[in-house]
């Protein structure tokens, strides 16, 4: 069974078929949908000379047991945002089943190293909020108190949704001891923005996950009648948020790949014939340097004290969540530059904005890349999202090469763990 990439795409196209309505993809965790997508790709493992389980925190692993236990880790996610498109998490994973039946025929189901891929569970966090759940409970950075008790719009309980699905949160504990052999991790994943696209470029090499830094901001004024008010004397709350949405721009625009976002801003009492006397803003920073990310905090907050002054009232920040920057493995980067590079003669290093699995596997200190492929209009999380057959053909081609190489490099070579 040589690599074939039209079967992917075909694979693709018969997902979309199977979980997708008019609005786009719907294969949300733990719903009847995202199930039917699992039971679907499990009938694609008849006749494969492969082991099959899901650990406690419902990630699916395949195994094809290789002469050395030193496994390569290939994955991805097949759950969806609401309203998603056909490509984000999906390509990753089918993909790399491509890629595992490759090998499997290749080496007569005995490969040198053995060959694991991954289903990582609820990825997109879309109906509880809580990104990356099963990869982080692979990695051992779960956060199950926080967690259990979260809710969805309809008020059910994360913990009672995973235990209709057969995952006992209480359980999640036990995963990381899939963490065993992991020599390396890579991820093929749509790029989701526009920098490949306005370079021509069809594939990228992913150089890490950008650091987050997420904040509430609170403004707090004086409310006022709008009519009877002069400008002079005026508490504005909103004012002061105002101007702080626009310097985050100049925050940001120090650094190349740094991005500041304003993106809720609630006001009270919000109504057209008060001055706001409360203001409440959410703030997104991200950047692949720890040190850029926490001077763009910084200058944040001391331009919000800046502008509270300034209109006459105080703020308040209280942290909603942080992660620190991901830096993906110098030796696993330099293969997958490699990789495209045979395919598509030019490979541009990048890092990527939106968090995916393979931060958290990185995080456990297993050797982790990411390949980008092109995204058109750089349009995500939308039902127009798309990608050129012939890029996704170079992506599967390109993530085929960068898996034979890693395993010669573990094969050679076993690389040592930074947290074995």
């Avoid at 919000?270 to 997104?284: F, K, W």
């Avoid at 905090?297 to 105080?314: I, L, M, P």
């Amino acid at each position: 069974m040589p690599l074939d990439p039209q079967r992917t795409i075909q694979e693709l196209k018969e997902l979309r078929a199977l979980t997708a309505d008019e609005n786009g993809a719907q294969r949300v965790a733990w719903t009847d949908t995202w199930l039917k997508a699992r039971s679907w790709f499990e009938s694609k493992l008849a006749g494969l000379p492969v082991e099959h389980h899901f650990d406690a925190a419902g990630n699916r692993w395949v195994t094809l047991h290789g002469a050395s236990e030193k496994a390569l880790l290939l994955g991805s996610h097949l759950d969806s945002v609401p309203n998603g498109g056909w490509l984000d998490g999906c390509l990753g994973f089918l993909s790399a089943f491509e890629v595992l039946r490759r090998i499997a025929t290749e080496f007569s189901g005995r490969p040198p190293v053995t060959v694991r891929l991954v289903d990582f569970a609820d990825e997109e966090g879309a109906r509880f909020g809580r990104s990356l759940l099963g990869s982080s409970a692979f990695a051992g950075t779960q956060s199950v108190e926080a967690d259990r008790k979260r809710t969805d719009k309809d008020g059910i309980r994360l913990e009672d949704a995973l235990s209709r699905c057969g995952v006992e949160i209480d359980r999640f504990g036990e995963v990381a001891r899939e963490q065993k052999n992991a020599a390396a991790y890579l991820e093929l994943h749509i790029e989701q923005g526009p920098v490949l696209e306005s370079l021509g470029l069809p594939l990228g090499v992913v150089l890490g996950t950008k650091g987050v830094e997420r904040h509430a901001i609170t403004f707090h004024g004086q409310e006022a009648h709008s009519g009877s008010t002069p400008m002079k004397a005026r508490h504005d709350a909103l004012a002061a948020a105002a101007k702080l949405a626009l310097e985050i721009r100049s925050i940001a625009g120090k650094h190349p790949d740094a991005v500041c976002t304003i993106g809720s801003v609630k006001t009270f009492p919000g109504i057209v014939t008060a001055v706001v006397g409360r203001c409440e803003a959410t703030l997104d920073q991200r950047d692949l340097d720890a040190q850029v990310l926490a001077g763009m905090y910084r200058e944040a907050r001391e331009a919000s004290e800046r502008f509270a002054r300034e209109e006459k009232c105080t703020v308040e920040w209280s942290r909603i969540w942080n992660i620190e920057p991901i830096q993906f493995h110098p030796a696993l980067i330099e293969r997958c530059e490699q990789s495209i590079k045979e395919i598509a003669g030019v490979a541009h290093c990048l890092p990527s904005g939106p968090l995916h699995d393979a931060a958290e596997v990185s995080r456990a200190g297993i050797p982790t890349v990411m390949m980008f492929v092109q995204s058109l209009r750089g349009i995500s999380h939308n039902k127009i999202e798309d990608t050129k057959e012939a890029h996704l053909e170079m992506a599967v081609r390109a993530f085929d090469r960068l898996a034979s190489k890693t395993l010669e490099w573990i094969k050679s070579a076993p690389p040592a763990r930074v947290n074995a």
